[in-house]
């Protein structure tokens, strides 16, 4: 089943096109690579389809609904839940006040409610003392906590922005089998932004490629890694 589509989708910031007519389709139980050189557009792709950001132009379906112009708070009710590119912990709260804040705003769940399935999210997590400020969290718990934030919300489909980007080998294996239990557990539709490219490699089952905001290849990992549009993209973006 289709969870999210795009048709068209355009945004441009002044004279610059950041994503250009970009359709695309993320399906439930689905992890999906999103990858392409700095600048390419993969951040606004992620903001055009949670709801920071509104398109100049094209269309947002979730579930066979129009949200394209839907505010990214009804989004995160209905169900669309993302990471941020830059972590952005409440530093006055604790962990699992920071958790919480996702189902009590978008869920609407008494602080009770949202307490004991935060605390849960948690456990699954092994994210543990849940009392601590966030303040004194390694960059591990850090992303572990971003990801729960987002899990809060209760999605079905997720958007991860270089979630493992700060992480050692160590603990991005660990990030990468956790995400991809929660995925498969929850029947989730998983979109991941990485540079990283072993971690698309092992994470995903599908990747779409972007340059100048434009969708350039898309299929698995080992066919668009060979793709010479795609090794040109990365080969120009470095030179
Ligand atoms: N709010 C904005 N105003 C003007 N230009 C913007 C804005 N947001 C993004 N851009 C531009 O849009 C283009 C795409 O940026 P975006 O952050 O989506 O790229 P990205 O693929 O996520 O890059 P990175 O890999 O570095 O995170 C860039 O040229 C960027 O400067
Ligand atoms: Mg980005």
Not at 149 to 156: D, K, T
């Amino acid at each position: 089943m289709t969870t999210l589509r795009t048709e068209g989708l355009t945004r441009r910031f002044q004279g610059l096109v950041a994503v250009k007519d970009l359709s695309f389709h993320l399906d439930a139980g689905e992890i999906l690579g999103i990858i392409g050189p700095n600048g390419a557009g993969k951040t606004t792709f992620i903001n055009l389809v949670s709801g920071i950001t509104m398109p100049s132009s094209g269309r947002v379906e979730y579930k066979g609904r129009d949200i394209t112009y839907m505010p990214a708070h009804e989004r995160a009710r209905i169900g669309i839940a993302r990471t941020y590119q830059l972590i952005h912990p409440l530093e006055n709260l604790t962990v699992i006040e920071n958790v919480m804040i996702g189902s009590v705003f978008s869920r609407g769940k008494s602080l009770k409610e949202a307490r004991r399935s935060a605390e849960a999210i948690c456990a699954e997590l092994e994210l543990d003392r849940l009392d601590r400020d966030t303040a004194k969290l390694s960059m591990l718990e850090i992303k572990k906590m971003e990801i729960a934030r987002a899990l809060a919300n209760e999605p079905e489909a997720l958007f991860l922005d270089e979630v493992m980007a700060g992480l050692n080998s160590d603990e991005t294996k660990q990030v990468i089998g956790t995400v991809q239990r929660i995925a498969a557990e929850r029947n989730l539709a998983v979109g991941v932004v990485e540079h990283v490219m072993g971690v698309i490699r092992e994470l995903t089952q599908r990747v779409i490629v972007l340059e100048a905001g434009e969708l350039i290849a898309e299929g698995p990992y080992e066919k668009v890694s060979k793709d010479p549009r795609v090794i040109e993209a990365y080969l120009g973006g470095a030179a």
